[in-house]
């Protein structure tokens, strides 16, 4: 399973530069992830035409518009209007069953569509959300069709895969469902992903939240048959490693998929970014410690703003948030100021001594501190 696996994911997608986002080292790059179950406001929509690169996540428009497909789409066609080339990226769970999709209709037709484990519970995900049975075929191809059904919309340039680690994670789900059935739901996840990017085609773009440190070459095997990569998680320590050791393992990942031609989209938050450690099978659930740097938002921004600045390169983009939702996000529709700042191309990549990162950009100097979560951006 392990080679075949591989050989699917090392065949590389083959297409033109113009379906990949604009990018500019004139300001710092930037990429929104968003959510609003009801329509987006005209003001909205002119703010999210100000990206590059979007991911309209799911539960958009649906209350609205009767599904997050009809809501998707609608929320697409008014950024493009505005600005045609911004990229738009459709949300997809390749595992995790979230409900207000039109498509899910479908699913009565399919018997065996969701996991169930060997004591009958079908809600496998936090005991509250039901999992795909991705060895299922027909329920394979009812994914595909459905994604289809959006991207193949020339609002939509792409598709964002969700839940990928968990399929991937080898614990994830063995003990409820058995090492047998989980070898077959990974077996079918590669053959759903090979066709999702037939699917797709040559001109639309394929990112995954996969760069994690927390497998052995923090997930870039897997990135070969992507366009990039969305990272979260990037603080929540699995496996005995340090938070430290942890974090560098995963800035080298990002520091490689960059240089190698990757979309890399660093999401983070005002709190800690542990989603890695509330993943782990055993640890759901638990509280997560705030770390060094959490208690001062201004901190936090400048500490998460220069990770990103040590590790970006072309079509590196970043977003800091409080919340995935609009309604409750404090700091959606807000611009700091240090985003306007000149910023200018890298003068070479970062020097690293110990757990203390430096770099030098045409108008900005850039220092890191992640034993101490400390960062620093003077801009010049």
């Known amino acids: 399973m392990k080679i075949v696996f591989y050989s699917m994911l090392m065949v590389a997608c083959v297409a033109g530069a113009d379906r990949m986002p604009d990018f500019s080292w004139d300001r710092v790059p930037l990429y929104v992830h968003i959510r609003k179950d009801t329509a987006f406001t005209n003001d909205e929509i002119k703010y999210l035409a100000t990206f590059p690169l979007i991911t309209f996540e799911k539960a958009t428009g649906h209350k609205d518009s009767g599904s997050v497909e009809a809501g998707t789409l609608k929320a697409a066609r008014a950024v493009k209007k505005i600005n045609p080339d911004t990229k738009i990226l459709y949300y997809r769970n ?40 991705l060895s ?69 773009l394929m990112l995954a939240n996969i760069l994690r440190a927390r497998f052995p070459d923090s997930g870039l095997a897997y990135m070969k048959a992507l366009d990039g990569s969305y990272i979260e998680g990037f603080e929540g320590a699995v496996g005995g490693m340090s938070k430290k050791d942890y974090v560098a393992k995963g800035m080298e990942a990002f520091q490689t998929a960059a240089r190698q031609g990757a979309i890399v989209a660093f999401t983070c938050g005002l709190g800690d970014n542990r989603q890695d450690a509330d993943e782990t099978p055993g640890a759901p659930g638990k509280k997560s410690k705030p770390g060094k740097g ?30 995935y939702d609009a309604k409750s996000s404090k700091t959606w529709m807000t611009h700091p100021a240090d985003y306007d700042r000149p910023l200018g191309p890298p003068k070479g990549p970062a020097v690293r001594k110990g757990y203390t990162y430096t770099r030098q950009f045409a108008h900005a100097s850039v220092k890191l501190d992640i034993e101490n979560e400390t960062g620093e951006v003077l801009w010049k």
Request: glycine fraction near 10%; charged fraction near 30%; include cysteine.
């Open 94 to 133: 390749v595992i995790v069953h979230y409900g207000g999709y039109a498509a899910d209709d479908g699913l009565k037709d399919i018997p065996g569509a969701f996991l169930k484990g060997r004591d009958g519970n079908t809600k496998l995900i936090r005991n509250r959300v039901q999992a795909y049975d």
């Open 136 to 204: 299922d075929k027909a329920l394979r191809s009812w994914w595909v069709d459905a994604a289809k059904d959006v991207c193949s919309d020339p609002s939509v340039d792409g598709i964002f895969l969700d839940g990928v680690v968990k399929v991937l994670e080898p614990g994830f789900l063995k003990g409820p469902i058995g090492a047998e059935k989980k070898a077959d739901v990974l077996g079918g996840y590669v053959a759903m992903m090979e066709d999702t990017r037939k699917m797709l085609g040559p001109k639309k």
């Open 294 to 323: 959490s208690g001062d938002a201004r901190n936090r921004f400048n500490y998460q703003l220069a990770m990103f600045l040590i590790c970006a390169e072309k079509y590196s983009y970043f977003d800091l948030k409080d919340s």
